[in-house]
């Protein structure tokens, strides 16, 4: 594994593997140009490297040369407009090559089409060492292919992160983060859930993420989700859970160097412990447990009725709200209890007793994990 900046790379392709990729693209482009003598055109920075391993392996005569694509600040700040330069030589009736080192979108095609739209060339094919197809958004016709790969960020080979890794002899793959311990936190009010959470992030170097939390600091940031999420409140209505699910997918995206994360007040229905295994999913993780923290109701009661005596939380001062709050926890949490349950992934924690007491039967319940 490579380290370029503050992120890993691990092997992708080999040398040997790029070496016979450009040996049978060399092959090809010389049976089909016949008796022309070809114009290879690199495109700079990224095509240095094939583009001079390539002419090496083409058995015929030909020309070689570069143009470069440079980044232009666009008008709005927020646009960046990349420009090929350097087409200086005349063309006319020429064979002409592209050399390009990936094809992600297409957009670097849509540049390359814009400059030569008044050359008359006799005609202009495109070669790139690799290609992206789930990225592809264009129609031009990529007339030979190295290697495909999937949509997934490399280095190597002429490709940087950043200015670096250009210089590496073989490809490299974004190694995506591992998230290991990820853990959905519930306990009822009182059960003393956010204390433990605490303790467990230090442990286990896990991202606390109270949903509660996230709404108020998007919203006071003004953030697009956080402005959107607000639309809704504002109007009355429920947030989606889409909307939650993006910034849920921002919090864990913020947070690559974590071992996990232990989520707090989502999900709350079926619906929302789907949506949630399907961005775990999407990040090569999964949900490892739901863990409950277990106190009898009386403990609750009389624990929030002791807080409510110093901490002014009026929720905490009258037992039948207490009540109440315990009984519709139980009925939320319960389908979720199942949901959980059926993929052996329910942890019931006792949570009375110390603190320190209830921090090591959680840590021993993770472990095990
Ligand atoms: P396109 O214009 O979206 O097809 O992207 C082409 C350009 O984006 C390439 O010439 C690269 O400079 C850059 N690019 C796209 N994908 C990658 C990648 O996986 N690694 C490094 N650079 C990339
Ligand atoms: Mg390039």
């Given at each position: 594994?490579?380290?370029?900046?503050?992120?890993?790379?691990?092997?992708?392709?080999?040398?040997?593997?790029?070496?016979?990729?450009?040996?049978?693209?060399?092959?090809?482009?010389?049976?089909?140009?016949?008796?022309e003598i070809p114009v290879f055109i690199g495109i700079l920075n990224g095509?240095?490297?094939?583009?001079?391993?390539?002419?090496?392996?083409?058995?015929?005569?030909?020309?070689?040369?570069?143009?470069?694509?440079?980044?232009?600040?666009g008008v709005k700040s927020t646009e960046d407009i990349q420009r090929l330069i350097g087409l200086t030589q005349d063309l006319t009736d020429r064979t002409v090559i592209i050399l390009e080192d990936i094809i992600d979108t297409g957009n670097t095609l849509n540049e390359v089409y814009r400059i030569f739209k008044n050359e008359k060339v006799k005609s202009l094919k495109i070669a790139t060492l690799f290609y992206k197809p789930e990225a592809y958004k264009k129609d031009f016709k990529l007339h030979y292919?190295?290697?495909?790969?999937?949509?997934?960020?490399?280095?190597?080979?002429?490709?940087?992160?950043?200015?670096?890794?250009?210089?590496?002899?073989?490809?490299?793959?974004?190694?995506?983060?591992q998230y290991m311990t990820n853990l959905v936190l519930f306990g009822p009010p009182g059960a003393g859930k956010g204390t433990q959470a605490e303790f467990l992030k230090e442990q286990y170097n896990l991202v606390h993420i109270s949903t509660g939390d996230m709404?108020?600091?998007?919203?006071?940031?003004?953030t697009a989700l956080g402005m959107l999420a607000k639309s809704y409140i504002e109007k009355g209505a429920l947030v989606?859970?889409?909307?939650?699910?993006?910034?849920?997918?921002?919090?864990?995206?913020?947070?690559?160097?974590?071992?996990?994360?232990?989520?707090?007040?989502?999900?709350?229905?079926?619906?929302?412990?789907?949506?949630?295994?399907?961005?775990?999913?999407?990040?090569?993780?999964?949900?490892n447990a739901m863990i409950a923290l277990e106190v009898d109701d009386e403990v609750l009661v009389q624990r929030l009725l002791e807080r409510g005596k110093?901490?002014?939380?009026?929720?905490?001062?009258?037992?039948?709200?207490?009540?109440?709050?315990?009984?519709?926890?139980?009925?939320?949490?319960?389908?979720?209890?199942?949901?959980?349950a059926a993929q052996n992934k329910y942890y019931g924690v006792n949570g009375v007793g110390s603190i320190k007491d209830i921090t090591v039967r959680l840590s021993h319940t993770i472990d095990k994990i």
């Open positions: 594994m490579i380290k370029l900046h503050n992120k890993y790379f691990k092997p992708f392709i080999s040398a040997k593997k790029i070496d016979d990729a450009l040996q049978r693209m060399a092959s090809e482009i010389a049976e089909d140009v016949g008796d095509s240095f490297m094939l583009t001079s391993d390539f002419v090496k392996k083409y058995p015929k005569t030909c020309e070689v040369t570069f143009i470069k694509l440079a980044s232009y600040e292919i190295g290697i495909e790969i999937p949509n997934k960020f490399i280095v190597g080979y002429g490709l940087d992160y950043d200015g670096l890794g250009r210089n590496l002899p073989e490809v490299y793959q974004l190694k995506e983060p709404f108020r600091y998007n919203i006071k940031n003004k989606p859970d889409q909307v939650t699910i993006d910034m849920l997918n921002a919090e864990v995206e913020k947070n690559t160097d974590a071992n996990g994360f232990i989520f707090d007040g989502f999900p709350r229905t079926n619906a929302q412990a789907e949506a949630l295994d399907a961005l775990m999913h999407s990040k090569d993780s999964q949900i110093t901490s002014g939380r009026k929720d905490d001062a009258n037992e039948s709200i207490i009540r109440n709050r315990i009984k519709v926890y139980y009925q939320e949490t319960a389908i979720l209890k199942e949901y959980y």
